[in-house]
Nanobody
Framework: QVQLVESGGGLVQPGGSLRLSCAAS????????VVWYRQAPGKERELVAG???????NYADSVKGRFTASRDNTKNTVYLQMNSLKPEDTAVYYC??????????????????WGQGTQVTVSS
C-alpha cells in the first residue's frame, strides 16, 4: 500500500503561480509514472500532466508551456509547478501513481494509488 499526500493548493490571482507536491510513502525508484488530474464542478476529469521515472513528461494542450512536472527521488515527491495561472485552471487537483507501469496514459485504471486532492482556485 502506497499513500500519496498532496499539498500546495490555495487561492491565487490570475497570472500567479503555485507548486503542488505529491509525496509518496514508497521510494520513488519503485514508482513508475505519476500523473496529475484535475476536476472542476460540472466538468469532466482532465489529465493535465504526467512524468515517468526517467523524467519524460506529457502535458495537456491547455497547460502546455505553463505547467511543469518534476520528480525528486530523494524526497519521494513529485511536483507540479503551475505558472501563469488562469481562472479556468480552478479545480481540485489529484496526483496518481502506477507501480507496474512507467508510461503516461489517460486511463485511470492504470494508476494504483491516488492522492486526496488539493483545491486550486484562481480568482481576482
Amino acid at each position: 500500500q502506497v499513500q500519496l499526500v498532496e499539498s500546495g493548493g490555495g487561492l491565487v490571482q490570475p497570472g500567479g503561480s503555485l507548486r503542488l507536491s505529491c509525496a509518496a510513502s514508497e521510494s520513488m525508484h519503485r514508482i513508475g509514472a505519476v500523473v496529475w488530474y484535475r476536476q472542476a464542478p460540472g466538468k469532466e476529469r482532465e489529465l493535465v500532466a504526467g512524468i515517468t521515472s526517467g523524467g519524460s513528461t506529457n502535458y495537456a494542450d491547455s497547460v502546455k508551456g505553463r505547467f511543469t512536472a518534476s520528480r525528486d527521488n530523494t524526497k519521494n515527491t513529485v511536483y507540479l509547478q503551475m505558472n501563469s495561472l488562469k481562472p479556468e485552471d480552478t479545480a481540485v487537483y489529484y496526483c496518481a501513481a502506477s507501480m507496474g507501469r512507467d508510461y503516461v496514459h489517460d486511463k485511470a485504471v492504470m494508476y494504483d494509488y491516488w492522492g486526496q486532492g488539493t483545491q486550486v482556485t484562481v480568482s481576482s
